[in-house]
């Protein structure tokens, strides 16, 4: 990303071109940093991040195209801390996970997000669900988290270690954790 740019492709990334994000003026000149897209269909998507200034961050970012990347929507998110990754099941349920613990869902497609109360106190850096109902979210410290009520409710996993996780990926009955040092956590259902 530079200077508030998305850039998309069409042709399976043999080119890219640009596609400006949707930023308030209020933001102008400020440093803009995008961490995570997910894509539920080929024109329903959504970016997180964070703006800052001087080195602080004052807001976080999420944005949504319903264009394939053609134009991008600014929506609100209920917090203002910075936004690191996202996950959607399908176009209306999603998540999304940042500094201090902070947990957003939506069921409605990012219209409207609410902040979910969790144990943990750390950045949460990934998230991911299986299927409707159960998630993991892991992050700073070896911070691990599961759901089973669709995002609603967390609890924190034992964890074998302190290094930042990363990374997750669940394919099935078997999940992945990577971070910090070499870190790999694997567990199965």
Do not use: C
């Not at 394919?171 to 992945?176: Q, Y």
């Amino acid at each position: 990303m530079a200077g508030n740019i998305i850039f998309v492709t069409h042709d399976n990334g043999n080119q890219w071109e640009p596609s400006r994000t949707f930023l308030p003026s209020e933001f102008e000149g400020a440093d803009v940093e995008l961490y995570s897209v997910r894509f539920s269909s080929k024109k329903k998507g959504w970016v997180v991040g964070s703006v800052s200034r001087r080195d602080r961050v004052v807001d976080s970012i999420l944005v949504y195209t319903d264009d394939a990347g053609q134009s991008w929507r600014r929506q609100r998110a209920p917090s203002r801390t910075e936004l690191i990754h996202i996950d959607f099941r399908d176009d209306k349920k999603g998540w999304a996970v940042g500094e201090r613990g902070t947990i957003l869902r939506t069921s409605d497609g990012g219209e409207s997000w609410s902040a979910v109360v969790t144990p943990a106190k750390a950045t949460i850096l990934s998230v991911q669900f299986l299927n409707d109902d159960d998630g993991w979210a892991v992050g700073r410290g070896g911070t691990i988290l599961r759901t089973a009520d669709q995002g609603r409710t967390w609890v924190q996993e034992e964890s074998t270690t302190k290094q930042n996780l990363y990374a997750l990926n669940f394919n099935k009955k078997i999940g992945w954790a990577v971070g910090g040092d070499g870190t790999v956590l694997r567990y199965e259902q």
